[in-house]
C-alpha cells in the first residue's frame, strides 16, 4: 500500500480489510466459507493468483477438466474490480473495436480474440443459468445511443463491424432509443441484444461457489508476495502455507500493487490503475421507474466522460461518473451525477433532489492503446491486463482461455496473443495523463 493509500484508510474504498460499501455488499448472496491457506506444503496443476471473475471463471473451468486448481486472494472474493464494477455486461471493449483489434494482432489471433468477446456477455448469463448463480441477471441487451449526430457514424461502423462477425446486433434511430432509454436525449445509436447487467459481486461469489463445488480450493485472507521457481514447477510461500504448480495464473489484473502486493514484479508499471466511481439512486417510486430504462436495457453512450446506468431489482438507477481530481469526490458526484440525470430525464425533478444511498470507487486497469494485453510473465506463468474499463464480461469469458492456455501451454491452440510484458514508458507520470485524458474528453465530447 502506498503511503498516501495508507493514510487514507477511513475511506472504506481503500481498506484492504474490507469490502467497500458497496450497494452490491450491501444486497449480493452471500460468499461461499472460505479460510486462508492452511500451514504446510500443498500442491497444485494451476495455481490462481486473484478471486475475481477472470480467476474463479479460471478456476471453475480448469477443475471441471479435472485440474487440481488453487485460488488465493488477498482480500476477499471480490473485493477488487469484480465486485466494484457498475454490473454492466457488454460484450465490447471502450475503443478497441473488432477491426481494431484485428490490425492490433493479426488475422488469426485478432478474430480469435474478437470471437471471444463478442461472446462474452453469453458466457456470463451461461454461467449465471448453469451454475443457478443469484446475482440480479437481466439479458436484454446493452445499447450505445449517440450523444450527437456526429457520433452516429461511430454507431454505424461499430455496428458494422459487429455484424459482419455473427453478433447479434442492430442499429436504433432517435425514436427507438428514446422508447428503449426513456430519454429524449440520444439522437440514436445500436444494440447489442446479449448484453445485459448483474450484480457483479454476486456474480463473483456465484463463480466461487461453483468453482468450490468443481473442487477446485479457494483461500481468502492469503497475500502473495511473489513466486520462485522450484526446479520444473513455481512456489508460492505465504504468510501460512505455501503452494507449488506446475502453472501460474496471475489474474489480480489492476489490483496488482494496489491495495495488495504484486504477485510478478514490474507488473504493475504495464498497467494504470484508473479510478472509477460508482453510485445508486435510491429505489424510484413505481411510475418513475417505468419511464427509465423502461424494458431492463444496460446502457452506456458515446460520451469519453461517459453517461451509463441500468435499474437494479429495487428500481434504483446504478449509474456513476469520473473525475479529474479525488479531493472531496463525495459531494461533488452527488451534485454532478444528480444533475446529469435531470438531464437525461427531466421527469426526475418530480423528486425534488436525486438522492444517492451508495457511493463507492474502485481502479481498473488502463493502457494506453486501450488493448487488452496478454502477458507470458515467464514459462509456465500467464496474466493479462488492460480490460479498460469493460472487465466483467471480457474477463469472465477470458478465464476459460487463460486456463486452457495455462494447462496447455504450447499445445494449446489459443486465441490469445500471449508477449512478454511491456512497462509504459513515464509509468510514474501516468495519473497525471489520467486526469488530462478525463478533462480533454470533457471538453472533446461537446465538439465532435
Known sequence: MSDVESSTVSDANLDPARLPPSLWASTAAPAPATTALPAGEHTADLLIVGAGVTGLSAALHAAGRGAKVVVLEASEIGFGASGRNNGLVIPALTRADPDVLVQAFGPEKGEALVAVLRDAADTVFGLVRRHGIECEAVQQGWAQPAHRESR???????????????????????????????????????????????????????????????????????????????????????????????KVLVATHSYSGFLAPTPWPGLPQTMVPVRSYQMATRPLPPALRATVLPQGHAMSDTQGDLHFAHLDAQGRIVTGGALAFPPGYEARLRKRIGQRLIKLYPQLQALGEIRFDHLWHGVFAAT?????????????????????????????????????????????????????????????????????????????????
Open 368 to 448: 494506453p492503446d486501450k488493448l487488452p494485453r496478454f502477458w507470458r510473465l515467464d514459462e509456465g506463468v500467464l496474466g493479462w491486463v488492460g480490460c479498460n474499463g469493460r472487465g466483467l464480461a471480457f474477463g469472465t469469458a477470458l478465464g476459460r482461455v487463460l486456463a486452457d492456455a495455462a494447462l496447455d501451454g504450447d499445445r494449446a491452440r489459443v486465441p490469445l496473443p500471449f508477449e512478454p510484458p511491456r512497462v509504459i514508458s513515464g509509468h510514474a507520470f501516468a495519473s497525471l495523463g489520467v486526469a488530462a485524458g478525463t478533462l480533454y474528453y470533457r471538453w472533446k465530447d461537446g465538439r465532435d
Open 152 to 246: 452516429l457514424a461511430l454507431s454505424r461502423s461499430r455496428f458494422e463491424q459487429w455484424q459482419r462477425r455473427g453478433a447479434p446486433v442492430e442499429m436504433l434511430d432517435g425514436e427507438q432509443v428514446a422508447a428503449l432509454t426513456g430519454s429524449r436525449f440520444w439522437c440514436g445509436g445500436w444494440l447489442n441484444r446479449s448484453g445485459g447487467h448483474v450484480n457483479p459481486l454476486g456474480l463473483t461469489r456465484g463463480l466461487a461457489r461453483a468453482a468450490l463445488a468443481a473442487g477446485a480450493a479457494v483461500h481468502t485472507h492469503t497475500p502473495v508476495g511473489g513466486l520462485q521457481r522450484a526446479g520444473d514447477a513455481w512456489r508460492v510461500a505465504t504468510s501460512s502455507g505455501s503452494v507449488r504448480a506446475r
